[in-house]
């Protein structure tokens, strides 16, 4: 089992930053690739970022690249992502997941965390 536990949501104006953070406990941390994913109210839950387990890999939705950054310190078993220019769509509960492969698909991750709310008004 991999227990994980996001933080660093909250409330932001449009065009400031959150950075967000995923603890991870369990088993052997670097052993999982770690996304990120995000749901807002009355639509599913879609993918944000992936990192590999080694952290040398990314890959993002087309629509944030170069607004978010997701990063991971193996030894401090944390997965991390750093949302910059947020926008109003940006709000939606995040969620970190943990996966054996870095992809983009919700049903192949196998953990996931609770969810950090994270609202961004005009």
């Known amino acids: 089992q991999v227990q994980l536990v996001e933080s660093g949501g909250g409330f932001v104006q449009a065009g400031g930053s959150l950075r967000l953070s995923c603890a991870a406990s369990?088993?052997?941390?670097?052993?999982?690739?770690m996304g990120w994913f995000r749901q807002a109210p009355g639509k599913e839950r879609e993918f944000v970022a992936v990192?590999?387990?080694?952290?040398?890999?990314?890959n993002y939705a087309d629509s944030l690249k170069g607004r978010f950054t997701i990063s991971r310190d193996n030894a401090k078993n944390t997965v991390y992502l750093q949302m910059n220019s947020l926008k109003p769509e940006d709000t939606a509960v995040y969620y970190c997941?943990?996966?054996?492969?870095?992809?983009?698909?919700?049903?192949?991750?196998?953990?996931w965390g609770q969810g950090t709310q994270v609202t961004v008004s005009s």
């Open positions: 997941a943990a996966g054996l492969v870095a992809v983009t698909r919700t049903y192949e991750y196998d953990y």
């Open positions: 369990g088993r052997t941390f670097s052993d999982y690739a």
């Open positions: 990192i590999s387990r080694s952290g040398l890999s990314t």
